[in-house]
């Protein structure tokens, strides 16, 4: 069974990091697009970040290009998001899904609980 858990949200300062981590298990997380999407109060999903195995191309929306890093280690079957220079607007419920296609995650996606970031200062 698919399962994806994700952590390492948190409160954060503007200008602040964090690294969140979604630990996979139920499949290889190395043959599957996977990325992370964000949920913000009254706003629409928006795809953040998306890896790609079939070519190794990476997305990132527009929004976080420059500050945010996506990364993986299948050793470890756990992908990354490293948040750097953060903005009040980047407050969201963050989740890691797959499958993605650069900003997009198909109806069947699957996902997991999310973690909470909040900046603020």
């Known amino acids: 069974q698919l399962q994806l858990v994700e952590s390492g949200g948190g409160l954060v300062q503007p200008g602040g990091s964090l690294r969140l981590s979604c630990a996979a298990s139920g499949f290889t997380l190395d043959r599957y697009n996977i990325g992370w999407f964000r949920q913000a109060p009254g706003k629409e999903r928006e795809g953040v970040s998306c890896m790609s195995t079939k070519d190794g191309s990476i997305y990132y929306a527009d929004s976080v290009k420059g500050r945010f890093t996506i990364s993986r280690d299948n050793a470890k079957n756990t992908v990354y998001l490293q948040m750097n220079s953060l903005k009040p607007e980047d407050t969201a419920v963050y989740y890691c899904?797959?499958?993605?296609?650069?900003?997009?995650?198909?109806?069947?996606?699957?996902w997991g609980q999310g973690t909470q970031v909040t900046v603020s200062s």
């Open positions: 899904a797959t499958p993605c296609l650069n900003g997009y995650y198909p109806p069947f996606a699957s």
